[in-house]
């Protein structure tokens, strides 16, 4: 396991931008996938997105065209543009060294977890 710590969440109108990025602790065979959770209140956990080492990406369906997850080594990034209220969440960063199949997005996959920071997009 590594250590991640994620920054950048903050409040934006609907419409806006916001920059997440993930740190993590080391650039090792634990960040072989790093991800973007999202859990809102009274809601389960939820994939965002997620990237692997070679840069191959994944989306969640309610994401794509507007999220724009990448990498560099051990740091992720998860641009989000044209927010919605519905994006309002707090948002976690994870890793994990193996994926396997095509479901890249179950939280059940990571075993880092970094302690989230909170997006709040108002209409």
């Known amino acids: 396991q590594v250590q991640l710590v994620e920054s950048g969440g903050g409040s934006v109108q609907a419409g806006g931008s916001l920059r997440l990025s993930c740190a993590a602790s080391?650039?090792?065979?634990?960040?072989?996938?790093m991800a973007w959770f999202r859990q809102a209140p009274g809601k389960e956990r939820e994939g965002v997105a997620a990237i692997d080492s070679d840069g191959h990406t994944s989306y969640a369906d309610s994401v794509k065209g507007r999220f724009t997850i990448s990498r560099d080594n051990a740091k992720i990034t998860l641009q989000m543009n044209s927010l919605k209220p519905e994006d309002t969440a707090m948002y976690f960063c994870?890793?994990?060294?193996?994926?396997?199949?095509?479901?890249?997005?179950?939280?059940?996959?990571?075993?880092?977890w970094g302690q989230g920071t909170q997006v709040t997009v108002s209409s």
């Open positions: 080391a650039y090792t065979y634990s960040t072989r996938y």
């Open positions: 994870a890793a994990s060294p193996a994926v396997y199949g095509l479901a890249w997005l179950e939280s059940y996959k990571y075993n880092s």
